[in-house]
């Protein structure tokens, strides 16, 4: 039994500040608590890159944003200052009883001591001082298992059942490793239609269209940008199907080198959406293509299939959810490396434009 009833219990706060793929990732666990807790009033903590995610979800019923550019240029500094404190008033006037920290570091956890919040429980591999600041919910750290029913655990300990029958689709899924889940997220209908337009802007408003992100936060986790150029020129020439590359505004250097490498036009809209309006792009998809980010982990909330290329990060553990199957590896293929430790980071670029073809293929002609 833990050692509190949120029956009895009337605010919590998730502290998850990031990145954008964890909060995907740990939204299941907002679903489960209100699910089972339904008077419950559940709140977030995450850093303004990535919270809009989680905007409009209907699970949360307040969402607390951290200005991350502000406290990590400057964080001694009096802009910085007024922002904390801005943000523990803003907390502290919520009165939230309990805290749950999914994620472990010193910049999820401080809000939970910040904000005022007398019970703080952290569950997910505690590092830094947390230990200091959070008490540790006794659940096993599992790295074979999915980071998302990881994260349930907590919510189980807390006890909610995290069995999401109603969304079980054969009798197979109750015994599944990675059984459905909800996922939070919410689309607004505008920004449904601004996309719409912008598609039809770039002759895609078919029904059919595939999906592309050619980056990823980090650059051993990006597919080389010849590769998706090369596939996307390939899928439009032997099928007829539109692509559509979709990123941030940091990513127009990859939009200059797609237009430059692709024999075919470039279909972009990297650059040219809000967070809600690629969101949206890729729920309408056939299929979307990345590698490990963030729109990889929405996809697959939507139930979008997903071609996911991994190197050195485990798809077994942080994959696209529900389908590991699509998730294209060849880590295992490498000798140079350590079993736990990559080395050469080279690994990604293993995967061919064929076998990620292959993959797609079997998706758009079923």
Known sequence: MPPIDLNRIERLLILKVSSMGDLVHASPVAAALKRAFPHLQIGWIAEDRHAGVLADSPRIDRLHIIPHRVLREHPFGHMAWQTVLRLARELRAERYQVALDLQGLLKSAIWGVLGGIPLRYGAHRMRELTPLLLRRIPIPDRPDRHVVQQYLDAARWLGAPCEFPDLYTTPEDADAPEPPVEFPLSVPDEAHRQVACKLAQLGADSARL???????????????????????DRIEAEWGIPVVFVGGPGDKPLEEQLARLKRRPLRSLIGRTSLKEAMAVVQRSAVHVCGDTGTAHIAAAFRVPVVALYGPTSPDRTGPYGQRARALTKRACCTACPPNRCIRKECLQWITVDEVLTAVEALVKK
Do not use: Y
């Not at 992100?213 to 596939?231: V, Y």
């Open 210 to 232: 595939i999906s592309m992100n050619p980056s990823a936060g980090r650059p051993w986790k990006r597919w080389r940008i010849e590769n998706f150029a090369e596939l996307s």
